[in-house]
C-alpha cells in the first residue's frame, strides 16, 4: 500500500509522466467522487457543454497536465492516454497489456470481452464475432422497429392524454428500449426472462457502485455485508435464468423446433 505505488510513481515521473502524487490507499476516488458530487448537485442548460459533469476530474487533469497523465485508481496508477496511435498499440498488443483486475465485484457485472485476457479473450472475440456481421443485423431490424414503435406509440397516449404538448423524460424510456430490443434479438420467445436479467443487471450496477465508493477499504468487497450478500444473489439468479435459457434453447433445436446457427 506504500512501497510499491510510491516505486511505480518514480519510474512514471523518469519516464516523463505528469500526475497526482499518491494518497496511502484512497489514491484519487475520494477526489474524484467528491469532484462528481459537486457537479451534479448543479442544474445544467441544454446547451452547456456535459463534460464537466460527467467527468470533472479527468477533465481537470487534462488542463492541468495535458493530453497523457496518471492519476490514481487506489494504491494502481492508471494513465490516461489520448495519443490514437497509442491507444491503437494498446488495442492490438492483448498479451502485452494485461487488464486490471482492480474490483472483484465489478466481474459480477462486466465479466466476458470486457474482463478477459490472451488466449481466453481471443477465443470469446471470436465467437461473438458472427453476431455483428452485417446480414445478422439486418435480420434484427423488425425487432428494433417493433420496440421503437411500442416507445412512440406511449409517447403519442401522453400528449393525447393531457391533450397538449408535454414535456417527458425520454432517459428511462430509452433503458427500456434497450433492453427490450436485446431481449427480443438475443433471447427470443424468453423475452420476459429476458427483461429480468436487465432488472437483475440495473440492481447490480448500483450496488456496485455503492461498494466502489468503499473499494479503497482493502477486502470489503469479501465481508458479508447485506449488499455483498444481495449482489452474489443477483448475480447467481442471473446465472441460473441464462443457463436456463441455453439449455432450453438447444433442446429445442435438438427437437428441431430452433434453428441451428
Same mark, same amino acid.
Given at each position: 500500500?506504500?512501497?510499491?505505488?510510491?516505486?511505480?510513481?518514480?519510474?512514471?515521473?523518469?519516464?516523463?509522466?505528469?500526475?497526482? %502524487?499518491?494518497?496511502? !490507499?484512497?489514491?484519487?476516488?475520494?477526489?474524484?467522487?467528491?469532484?462528481?458530487?459537486? +457537479?451534479?448537485?448543479?442544474?445544467?442548460?441544454? =446547451?452547456?457543454?456535459?463534460?464537466?459533469?460527467?467527468?470533472?476530474? %479527468?477533465?481537470?487533469?487534462?488542463?492541468?497536465?495535458?493530453? =497523457?497523465?496518471?492519476?490514481?485508481?487506489?494504491?494502481?496508477?492508471?494513465?490516461?492516454?489520448?495519443?490514437?496511435?497509442?491507444?491503437?498499440?494498446?488495442?492490438?498488443?492483448?498479451?502485452?497489456?494485461?487488464?486490471?483486475?482492480?474490483?472483484?465485484?465489478?466481474?459480477?457485472? +462486466?465479466?466476458?470481452? &470486457?474482463?478477459?485476457?490472451?488466449?481466453?479473450?481471443?477465443?470469446?472475440? /471470436?465467437?461473438?464475432?458472427?453476431?455483428?456481421?452485417?446480414?445478422?443485423?439486418?435480420?434484427?431490424?423488425?425487432?428494433?422497429?417493433?420496440?421503437?414503435?411500442?416507445?412512440?406509440?406511449?409517447?403519442?397516449?401522453? &400528449?393525447?392524454?393531457?391533450?397538449?404538448?408535454?414535456?417527458?423524460?425520454?432517459?428511462?424510456?430509452?433503458?427500456?428500449?434497450?433492453?427490450?430490443?436485446?431481449? /427480443?434479438?438475443?433471447? $427470443?420467445?424468453?423475452?420476459?426472462? $429476458?427483461?429480468?436479467?436487465?432488472?437483475?443487471?440495473?440492481?447490480?450496477?448500483?450496488?456496485?457502485?455503492? +461498494?466502489?465508493?468503499?473499494?479503497?477499504?482493502?477486502?470489503?468487497?469479501?465481508?458479508?455485508?447485506?449488499?455483498? /450478500?444481495?449482489?452474489?444473489?443477483?448475480?447467481?439468479?442471473?446465472?441460473?435464468?441464462?443457463?436456463?435459457?441455453?439449455?432450453?434453447? !438447444?433442446?429445442?433445436?435438438?427437437?428441431?423446433?430452433?434453428?441451428?446457427?
Amino acid at each position: 500500500v506504500w512501497l510499491k505505488p510510491k516505486m511505480l510513481e518514480s519510474y512514471l515521473r523518469r519516464q516523463g509522466l505528469a500526475g497526482t %502524487p499518491y494518497t496511502p !490507499l484512497v489514491g484519487d476516488l475520494k477526489k474524484n467522487f467528491s469532484m462528481r458530487a459537486e +457537479a451534479r448537485s448543479k442544474p445544467i442548460n441544454l =446547451t452547456d457543454d456535459i463534460t464537466p459533469r460527467i467527468v470533472p476530474y %479527468p477533465l481537470q487533469m487534462l488542463k492541468t497536465h495535458g493530453r =497523457t497523465f496518471f492519476t490514481w485508481f487506489g494504491p494502481m496508477p492508471t494513465i490516461t492516454i489520448m495519443d490514437p496511435e497509442q491507444i491503437k498499440e494498446v488495442f492490438n498488443k492483448v498479451y502485452d497489456f494485461q487488464k486490471a483486475h482492480t474490483f472483484p465485484l465489478g466481474r459480477l457485472i +462486466a465479466a466476458g470481452l &470486457v474482463s478477459y485476457d490472451g488466449d481466453k479473450w481471443t477465443k470469446h472475440r /471470436r465467437i461473438i464475432n458472427p453476431a455483428f456481421h452485417l446480414e445478422k443485423i439486418k435480420n434484427m431490424v423488425p425487432a428494433f422497429h417493433q420496440s421503437c414503435s411500442e416507445i412512440v406509440g406511449e409517447w403519442d397516449k401522453l &400528449v393525447t392524454d393531457k391533450q397538449s404538448s408535454c414535456e417527458v423524460d425520454i432517459w428511462p424510456w430509452l433503458v427500456s428500449m434497450t433492453a427490450d430490443v436485446i431481449s /427480443r434479438t438475443a433471447f $427470443g420467445s424468453s423475452y420476459k426472462e $429476458g427483461q429480468r436479467i436487465f432488472e437483475l443487471q440495473a440492481e447490480l450496477a448500483q450496488l456496485i457502485i455503492q +461498494a466502489f465508493r468503499k473499494a479503497f477499504i482493502p477486502g470489503y468487497s469479501y465481508l458479508p455485508t447485506k449488499s455483498n /450478500r444481495r449482489m452474489k444473489a443477483a448475480a447467481r439468479e442471473i446465472q441460473v435464468i441464462l443457463r436456463g435459457i441455453v439449455n432450453k434453447r !438447444l433442446r429445442a433445436r435438438e427437437a428441431g423446433e430452433a434453428p441451428s446457427d
